[in-house]
Nanobody
Framework: QVQLAESGGRLVQPGESLKVSCEAS????????MGWYRQAPGKQREFLAS???????TYADSVKGRFTISRDNPKHTVYLQMDSLTPDDTGVFYC??????????????WGQGTRVTVSS
């Protein structure tokens, strides 16, 4: 009924920048918090950043100052700008959002992930 789709992941070299996107679709009434998570190879999924509908942001210490989360509310889209990437940033990046559908039901939705590889 409602879903998220990430895009933009690819192979980049250390020190480069990359911006990934996540668009919500379906019978959406409103979207509250949206966030980005990363799952590195062999590790658990970890929180990176979140943003409220009013655009208040929160970051994990590991990415503070390098990653910037933003959102476009009319487009139901959240972005993650990543700068100064290192090989430790390699992983699958997942989007998460709290979505209210037009039938007044809340959904905790995850995307399918987009892969980012940082390697020379």
């Amino acid at each position: 009924q409602v879903q998220l789709a990430e895009s933009g992941g690819r192979l980049v070299q250390p020190g480069e920048s990359l911006k990934v996107s996540c668009e919500a679709s379906g019978r959406i009434a409103t979207i509250n918090a949206m966030g980005w998570y990363r799952q590195a190879p062999g590790k658990q999924r970890e929180f990176l950043a979140s943003i409220t509908r009013s655009k208040k942001t929160t970051y994990a210490d590991s990415v503070k100052g390098r990653f910037t989360i933003s959102r476009d509310n009319p487009k139901h889209t959240v972005y993650l700008q990543m700068d100064s990437l290192t090989p430790d940033d390699t992983g699958v990046f997942y989007c998460n959002a709290a979505i209210l559908d037009v039938d007044n039901n809340w959904h905790d939705v995850w995307g399918q992930g987009t892969r980012v590889t940082v390697s020379s």
